[in-house]
């Protein structure tokens, strides 16, 4: 079987495609073949920084991903038998890029309704969830104004749908390159150039999605935010009072959101696929363009 693995921190140069036993079938476990796999930017955070994500570090040699879409080919004797040949949605945070993973815990499996696609599925990975922990944080904290960076960004676009074009204060911040393509996608939102955002004079929030400390320096000078929260950047420099927060995994929220996008309430940005063998390509791709919606790897091709 083959697998995705990085070897040391030197990047995305450093991953290799790889032969790795099959994992066996035990009585707890289930089978899946992986058929899509969402590149999301923590993948080449962690080949490059031990300490990249809020979880535990990993030890090295390991298989990159944290979850992704597959169909169920065997099912141990305690597990649900009527789980064979579904289509299901799998967490797997020791390492989703290998043919065949083995689940163990019922509530990282997710069955997919036939309407939809792999690659939504696939896109609820490392998406949805920290959006929703966002939108929380910013109900939790009443502003006159809430200015988000990276707007344009999965997370950012998912965001802005979770709280609605009407949100009072919503002010999403997006580059200029990128600007079209948020229109595209939201055509009922406002968006603005950091350049062009009026200074206001109420309590400003600024939601950080970009990850990009010269952008919160610039947006702080300008508009004296009371508060920043970020789930890109885990300090600041900024004498801002400053959060980082992060997804804890829930999977009633994944159930919620799978009837969500199947029943066209909440729309998933998608680009574009790759192999599995051009794995480093795509995540050359998702990191070295502008965000245009998730980056899949399939299995089928
Ligand atoms: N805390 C958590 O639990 C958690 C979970 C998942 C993800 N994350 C983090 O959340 C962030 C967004 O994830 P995502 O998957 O939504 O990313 P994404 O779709 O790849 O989008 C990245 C966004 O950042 C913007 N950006 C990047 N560098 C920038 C710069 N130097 N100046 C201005 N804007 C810049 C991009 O703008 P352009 O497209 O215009 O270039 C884009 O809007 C990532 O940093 C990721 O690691 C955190």
């Given amino acids: 079987m083959l697998a995705i693995i990085q070897h040391n921190f030197t990047g995305i140069g450093g991953l290799t495609v790889s032969q790795r036993p099959q994992p066996h079938l035990t009585a707890e476990g289930v089978l899946i073949a992986m058929e899509t796999l969402p590149v999301v930017p923590s993948d080449w955070h962690k080949e490059t920084n031990l300490h990249a994500t809020a979880e535990q570090a990993a030890q090295l040699p390991r298989v990159i991903g944290i979850g992704g879409v597959g169909t169920v080919i065997a099912v141990g004797q305690h597990r649900d038998q009527q789980l064979l040949n579904q289509r299901v949605l799998v967490m797997h945070p020791q390492g989703s890029y290998q043919e065949v993973i083995c689940n163990t815990n019922p509530d990282w499996l997710f069955p997919l309704p036939d309407t939809l696609s792999n690659e939504a599925a696939a896109t609820l990975t490392a998406g949805p969830g920290t959006a929703l922990v966002l939108a929380n944080f910013i109900k939790q904290h009443p502003s006159d104004q809430i200015m988000m ?13 979770l709280l609605g074009p009407a949100y009072p204060g919503l002010t999403p911040i997006v580059s200029p390159a990128s600007q079209a ?6 055509p009922d939102f406002p968006c603005y150039l950091a350049n062009h955002v009026k200074t206001t004079t ?5 939601v950080d999605i970009a990850g990009s400390p010269r952008l919160l320096q610039q947006l702080s000078a300008t508009q004296h ?3 920043i929260v970020s789930i890109a950047l885990q300090s600041t420099e900024l004498t801002v009072p400053f959060t980082f927060v992060h997804e804890n995994f829930d999977p009633l929220i994944y159930q919620h959101f799978i009837q969500d996008v199947t029943e066209q309430k909440l729309q998933l940005p998608i680009d574009r696929s790759f192999t599995f063998m051009d794995t480093q390509l795509a995540q050359h791709y998702a990191k070295d363009t502008h965000s245009r919606g998730r980056v899949l790897v399939d299995l089928r091709h």
């Fill in 149 to 161: 960076t990276g707007a344009n960004s999965v997370i950012g676009l998912i965001l802005c749908q």
């Fill in 181 to 186: 393509y948020f229109h595209h996608i939201l």
């Fill in 202 to 206: 109420g309590r400003t929030l600024l």
């Fill in 225 to 227: 935010p009371a508060e």
